[in-house]
């Protein structure tokens, strides 16, 4: 397959989405599951390198023990970069075994930390600085969506960033986050490439499909046909506010928590002020900086805890001693605050 000489407009909106970081002479990987999107991705970023000198872009791919047709997608992907001249890695990861390892733990989280697991090892292995996937503007109004309905902080319905740390010096990039879903369709079609479907995206039985082919399709071709736009509009102004509130809730972080060297945080009561609305997001910023899974961590649990850490002699008999949270992780009332571990 030939990329047409002229540089296409869905390549220019791409490299508008690539941060300023992103240098083509040092490793970079595309994830490309085979899908749309992904590989409207990689064939805008090849289209892209040819207009650098030595560029150097590698292909990564997952296959997961979900589907049968998973080994033609890998195929698919593998026979691609080839014909681009990529290299393309692959890793076969068994989600079903993950996922019942961990309990609490929906099947799409366990599969989503498996691919970016592999992608760290990935950049580490070839000395990449940037992972680019791609997400687009539907996918963050999902997200958005997503997080409304499990019950979220502002933080939560800021959505996905199109840049953020990975792991250590490698940044997982999304420069397709501004796009919307038909337009890597109409790109692919465009230069007459082909790509796969997986059928599992349409089973509503998985939150995100129930939400993208009932509620927002339902939304958007009936009363609602700006519900993608509106929700990616709302995600961006609660980041502006959101940054605001951050700086308060790391002065909270830094006055009220002691971290000990076993791996238990402690909230000191006496410390955090008089402002139990700011906690969920506090707590939800303590969760994120401590690795701990907060895909099934809900606004009951954050309220459970923040009753728990603003009590005092006259509600103390309405909030538990202790509570056992998704993920392992324990919570219980001390004389000095509010203990905090995971089970090991």
């Known amino acids: 397959m030939t990329i047409n000489d002229g540089l296409s407009e869905f390549s220019t909106n791409v490299s508008c989405g690539l941060p300023s970081s992103w240098d083509w002479q040092q490793p970079v990987i595309i994830g490309v599951s085979g899908g749309a999107d992904s590989m409207a991705l990689l064939f805008s970023l090849a289209e892209l390198s040819k207009l650098q000198e030595s560029p150097s872009v590698a292909v990564a791919h997952v296959e997961y023990d979900l589907r ?9 992907v593998v026979e691609h970069a080839k014909q681009l001249g990529f290299p393309c890695y692959w890793k076969k990861v068994c989600v079903q075994e993950a996922s019942r390892a961990q309990q609490g733990v929906g099947i ?23 992972v680019a996937v791609g997400h687009t503007r539907d996918d963050q109004a999902e997200t958005i969506l997503h997080r409304l309905l499990r019950g979220t902080g502002l933080g939560g319905v800021v959505g996905m960033t199109g840049a953020r740390e990975l792991c250590e010096g490698v940044s997982l990039v999304r420069p397709m986050l501004k796009i919307r879903r038909q337009k890597p ?24 499909n129930f ?17 993608i736009e509106a929700l990616v509009r709302f995600g961006e102004q609660a980041c502006a506010e ?40 506090a707590l939800i910023e303590i969760w994120k900086r401590k690795g701990w899974p907060r895909q099934d961590l809900s606004s009951r649990h954050l309220k459970q805890l923040t009753g728990m850490i603003f009590c005092d002699s006259l509600t103390k008999n309405t909030v538990p001693n202790a509570v056992d949270l998704p993920g392992g992780i324990h919570a219980r009332l001390t004389s000095n605050g509010l203990s905090i571990q995971r089970n090991e």
Not at 211 to 227: D, F, I, K, W
Request: charged share 35%; glycine share 4%.
């Open 185 to 208: 369709r109409e790109f692919l079609e465009a230069i007459g490439q082909e790509w796969r479907e997986d059928d599992s995206n349409k089973q509503i039985y998985f939150a995100r």
């Open 242 to 281: 959101t940054s605001s509130r951050l700086r308060i809730i790391e002065e909270l972080i830094e006055k009220s928590i002691e971290q000990k060297s076993d791996g238990e945080i402690l909230i000191h009561q006496k410390r955090v002020g008089d402002d139990p609305d700011i906690m969920p997001e």
């Open 108 to 130: 799409e989280a366990v599969a989503r930390q498996l691919r970016y697991d592999f992608f760290t090892q990935l950049a580490f292995e070839i000395g990449a600085r940037h």
């Open 68 to 76: 049968p047709e998973a080994s033609c997608d890998r195929e698919f």
């Open 211 to 227: 939400l993208r082919h009932h509620m927002l399709a339902a939304a958007e071709s009936g009363p609602y046909p700006a519900a």
